[in-house]
């Protein structure tokens, strides 16, 4: 193993940043996958995941039993890491632009659909190895392009550097209240199947674009678009699955979670061949993929105090009472439903709710009316 500690740009007189990355197995020698927690900084339970995961790695690395190259970054997000106001934690946005930390990644799929024009050919590996230089080369001159460079920009690019040629990306996250779910490009699915099963997703959501360029679809766009512009002449497999992992809800930060989901990340990196060993059978998949198009957000339409009816990871159906906002000034009780049937896979973690607040998600199999563009909740 090997550690990295990367200087983050000095936003301020008196502060410093830095990244931890950690290294297993060897570069170039095999697939890479690459692996980040908290980028959403308050969002906790895959932290925990990767400190049980790399005790594995750690393990297999000095068995030799990791076949190419293993990144680790356990936090990824120092900047939210120090926001607080009245005690809670601010993760999700920088308080200072109001950005969220898991938008405004670039997008290189034009400047990479013009830098290799006129090089690709007929032999795959050759076409990915290619691809792959290129995006290296690209997101340095990205870095180059933008000036001047904030502190929250350099954070992105150099997540977004690490995992750039990467074979395998997760990005692991969490809801408010959920039970485990994962998003993933609709071009990485059904290839990803076997990791929705081995990591017991219960909702696994798929769009080409989700809106906002969340980190997940830097690494996936590129491959989708090349593909789509060059795909009839010359061989390019979908060679990056990147996802993002939901790993339950905030508070679900427990060993017993966290010790099972890094074993399922570790057998799942034996069943692609980058780790050694039986990963044993694939366990019976708990949900099929379902549009992100498909899931309907439930937003409060009165002021007051939620109550919800049912659990996260509930089933529901369309028009079901899932439970309702209670106005104690006026004693109205407004419930709220779904449009859709479907499962119940992410609820709100506060109770005091203002009009056109967020309530839950209902993913439900079929696009809904009006579910276009910006797939993903809030900016
Ligand atoms: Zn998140």
Partial sequence: MQEERIELLRPQ?????????????????GPKV????????DELPGVITLHH??????EADAKGEIAGEIVVVPFANPIGFTQYVDMKPIGRFEMRSGENFNRHYPDLSAALIEAVDGKLGQDADANVKLIRAELRRLIVKHRKDISPLSDLQDLRLTL???????????????????????????????DAADLSAQI????????????????DETFTRPWVELRRVYGDKFPIPMATLATTIELRGERDVYDEYAIPDAANMFKFLQ???VIAGDPGPLPEPKCDATPLSGVDRVMASHGGMVVFAVEAGAKVKAGQELGYVLDCETGAKTPFSSRTDGILYSRIGIRLIVPGGYLCSVAGEKPLAGREGQLLLSK
């Avoid at 690459?34 to 959403?40: D, E, I, V």
């Avoid at 995961?53 to 750690?58: F, I, P, Q, R």
């Avoid at 959920?178 to 490009?185: D, G, N, R």
């Fill in 160 to 190: 977004a550097e690490l995992a750039i040629d990467a074979d395998y990306v997760m990005d692991l996250h969490c809801d408010w209240e959920a039970p485990m779910h994962l998003y993933i490009s609709d071009h990485n699915w059904p």
């Fill in 13 to 29: 007189m008196g502060t410093s940043r830095a990244l931890t990355v950690r290294r297993y197995g060897k570069a170039e020698t």
């Fill in 34 to 41: 690459y692996f980040q927690a908290a980028l959403h900084a």
């Fill in 53 to 58: 995961l790399e005790a594995l790695l750690k």
């Fill in 200 to 215: 017991g997703s219960e909702c696994s959501l798929i769009a080409e674009i989700s809106g906002g360029n969340p980190f």
């Fill in 271 to 273: 069943r692609r061949g």
